[in-house]
């Protein structure tokens, strides 16, 4: 089965992500293609990257009773009432999941927020968290890892990786390790990625104070070499940014014990699936390093993950390829 998968970005990581979903699916017989008009359904790997392409292509679905599949990465913004473009996208989506032959489904998992069932039709996990295992087993040499792990002489490593900005909790970051001596004897940070311009203030201070910015894109090699000598991931984010995030799917698969802010969607999926977290309240300083300076970090044994993640897949697949088939999910 050919399927019609657009594409408007490939920023970031996030060819690695499509390439893991194009692995997956042609195991099973689907192959991801340019859009065509005899491919047998429609694929938008990233909803949000546009909405109105969807709209589009939805309506025509639903004449031609040819399914369209779309995920979607910010189903938060939806239940958001704040403003007026979040009334509106949540009011499109429970207007478009009534559709024929329009399956949506958030990359986050209706347990944890309920009310995604209004507005989509069905969930499957951040690929993220399941995307590992076909990758080669092994450490992972970089410069970078050794350089990091000389610096920290001794010390727990605590790590933020991919673009650092406000939303991602990078000036939290910062500042919890400028304003607490505390944390620096007992810890190391370490932010490893493009910095925005908002935030280049704070990564001068975190440099200044004795953290670690590395102000450029990370390789996927050098992204995996980090976690693997991390002690703690950061994935503590901005309350506007509460939704799926790659990096804890990463360390998650790695049994890395990761920094969530307390009250996200992160954290109740973290209590599913069994993952040590560290939940802190996000800009209370004072609190979150009382939280830091109890912390034993904590990593579990990948063998007792494995067997989850596998089951993660093939669940997640199989939910994909009911939805190219337009059957029930």
């Not at 493009?194 to 201070?205: D, I, L, P, Y």
């Not at 670690?212 to 000598?229: G, Q």
């Not at 002690?231 to 939704?243: E, F, L, R, S, T």
Request: charged share 20%.
């Amino acid at each position: 089965m050919v399927i019609s998968t657009y594409v408007f970005s490939k920023d970031g990581h996030r060819q690695s992500y499509l390439s893991i979903l194009s692995r997956c699916l042609t195991a099973h017989g689907l192959t991801l293609s340019p859009p065509h008009r005899s491919a047998a359904a429609s694929f938008f790997p990233m909803i949000e990257d546009n909405v109105p392409r969807f709209v589009i292509a939805a309506l025509i679905s639903s004449i031609q009773r040819k399914p369209c599949v779309g995920l979607l990465f910010r189903p938060s913004e939806c239940l958001r009432t704040d403003r007026l473009r979040y009334r509106l996208k949540g009011l499109l989506f429970r207007l478009l999941k009534k559709l024929p032959s329009v399956y949506i489904l958030t990359i986050l998992p209706f347990s944890v927020e309920k009310a995604f069932a209004r507005i989509a039709t069905g969930w499957i996990h951040d690929p993220q968290l399941w995307d590992l295992p076909d990758r080669s087993q092994g450490p992972t040499d970089t410069e970078l890892k050794d350089r990091i792990a000389q610096a920290a002489r001794g010390r727990d490593l605590v790590v933020a990786l991919g673009v650092q900005n406000r939303i991602k909790g990078f000036d939290f970051f910062a500042r919890l390790w400028c304003e607490k001596a505390s944390l620096r004897e007992k810890y190391l940070f370490v932010a490893a990625g493009r910095v925005a311009a908002e935030s280049a203030g704070w990564a001068t201070k975190l440099t200044e104070s004795g953290g670690i910015v590395v102000n450029r894109f990370i390789s996927d090699e050098e992204l995996l070499s980090l976690y693997e000598i991390g002690h703690v991931i950061w994935a503590c984010y901005a309350p506007d940014y509460n939704q799926a995030s790659g990096i804890f799917g990463r360390s998650f698969q790695l049994a890395k014990q990761t920094i969530v802010r307390e009250g996200s969607h992160l954290a109740p999926l973290a209590a599913e699936l069994e993952h040590p977290v560290l939940a802190i309240p996000f800009n209370d300083i004072d609190e979150s390093t009382r939280c830091f300076l109890s912390n034993t970090p904590v990593q579990r044994s990948n063998e007792h993950v494995a067997e989850r993640i596998y089951a993660m897949r093939d669940r997640d697949i199989s939910v994909l390829i009911s939805a190219f088939n337009g059957s029930a999910l």
